[in-house]
């Protein structure tokens, strides 16, 4: 009995989720560890590389060298983001029975802690959003659910809507504000201890998208087709416009995805893989659209100087970069003859990191002609390896 519960174990303390650790790896492993995704810190050339093991690795994507490697979970990272520091991250995996996500919070260091919410349905649509002065973490649950973790001080707090409204999207507005938008049109302004300070007017569908600029000065909300921008801080309308996207369906599809630079508004959404560019008049700059089956949920961003505009697709390979005054898509580079699954730009603007997830591997480029710089693979143990071109 007594190896019996030695092994038992062992196995449970493999199973907790922990900051850094050696991870087994089967004997009989011969294919390359899968990557799962990427994120870039908004800082620096730091590219966050997660796979399948349960690992994140650090690298550093001006150098082309790999860093530190973080054990963030029992199971495959799914989400990752950095903090606005650029020295935090955080996580999201599924546990290996699929009824939760551990989230986990760890600096580049290793260092870390872990909080486990339930998940309600299969449809990885869990998203994680530091405040801007990275103490809290806002959490969306598959369920609808939005969760604000104070991950320093291990207290979380749920956003409470009323009975049948379901949130569906949420954004921080300075370190103390929240707003959300919700299944039934209805967006509300919410204390950073989860007590609502007011709900506005429901619009006339669901809300799929609330989103502040980065100066802090204007709101956007989208309902379907349509999208308002708002004056803060004292929330009046400053302009209404339809998308140009041809089909919709009521419900299902409307504007989910946006991003900010200094002049321009970036949208994606549709039944079609469609983007957008927009002054912040309303007035439409360019748009692009094609098919990309029922994969709806769609990534889109600018580089940090503004001049690329990107969109990929969550799950699928169809990823693309624009010039963001012009709308005119590069073909260039490592453009020209690959697709992408996850684009993401650091933050010296210099690199741009591009995940094949079928090829199990992750392109770095510069910026300029979008030549390779290096390739990423991952090993049947989990072990990076930067590959530099000559």
Same mark, same amino acid.
């Given at each position: 009995m007594l190896p019996l519960l030695l092994i038992a174990l062992a196995q449970a303390a493999v199973d907790q989720p922990k900051p850094i650790e050696s991870l087994p790896h089967p004997k009989e492993a011969t294919q390359p560890v899968y990557l799962m995704t990427i994120a870039t810190s908004p800082v620096d050339a730091t590219l966050a590389v997660a796979l399948a093991d349960g690992s994140v690795w650090m690298v550093d994507a001006a150098k082309l060298s790999v860093g530190?490697?973080?054990?963030?979970?029992?199971?495959?990272?799914?989400?990752?983001?950095?903090?606005?520091?650029?020295?935090?991250?955080?996580?999201?995996?599924?546990?290996?029975?699929?009824d939760k996500v551990i989230w986990t919070v760890a600096k580049t260091d290793g260092s870390g802690s872990t909080i486990s919410t339930k998940v309600e349905g299969s449809r990885i649509n869990e998203s994680a959003q530091f405040s801007p002065d990275g103490a809290r973490l806002l959490l969306h649950q598959a369920d609808g659910g939005m969760i604000l973790w104070d991950y320093a001080r291990e207290l979380s707090t749920k956003l409470s809507p009323p009975t049948e409204h379901r949130l569906a999207t949420a954004c921080w507005w300075g370190n103390d504000k929240l707003i959300s938008g919700d299944s039934k049109g209805v967006v509300r302004v919410w204390n950073a201890d989860g007590t609502l300070i007011k709900s506005m007017p429901a619009l006339t569908s669901r809300?799929?998208?609330?989103?502040?600029?980065?100066?802090?000065?204007?709101?956007?909300?989208? *309902?379907?087709?349509?999208?308002?921008?708002?004056?803060?801080?004292?929330?009046?309308?400053?302009?209404? *416009?339809?998308?140009?996207?041809?089909? *919709?369906?009521?419900?299902?599809?409307?504007?989910?995805?946006?991003?900010?630079?200094?002049?321009?508004?970036?949208?994606?959404?549709?039944?079609?893989?469609?983007?957008?560019?927009?002054?912040?008049?309303g007035s439409l700059a360019w748009a692009d659209e094609f098919a990309c089956g029922d994969e709806k949920w769609l990534i889109c961003s600018f580089d940090p100087s503004g001049t690329f505009a990107s969109c990929a697709r969550n799950g699928g390979n169809q990823g693309r970069v624009y010039e963001a005054e012009t709308g005119i898509r590069r073909m260039d580079g490592v453009l020209a003859t690959e697709s992408w699954d996850v684009i993401e730009w650091t933050g010296d603007a210099q690199c741009v990191a591009l995940l094949s997830r079928s090829k199990r591997s992750v392109t770095i480029a510069d910026t300029k002609s979008f030549a390779r710089r290096g390739t990423i693979t991952s090993d049947a143990h989990g072990e990076l390896t930067v590959s530099k071109q000559d």
């Open positions: 530190q490697r973080i054990r963030c979970a029992s199971a495959a990272p799914c989400i990752i983001c950095f903090a606005p520091d650029g020295k935090t991250i955080a996580t999201g995996a599924y546990s290996p029975g699929f809300v799929d998208c609330v989103d502040i600029s980065p100066d802090g000065t204007r709101l956007l909300t989208t *309902f379907g087709p349509k999208a308002r921008l708002w004056r803060l801080p004292d929330m009046t309308l400053d302009v209404e *416009f339809s998308s140009t996207q041809t089909l *919709f369906i009521p419900d299902n599809d409307g504007l989910f995805g946006a991003s900010w630079s200094r002049n321009r508004l970036l949208l994606a959404g549709g039944t079609q893989f469609s983007i957008e560019c927009r002054a912040f008049d």
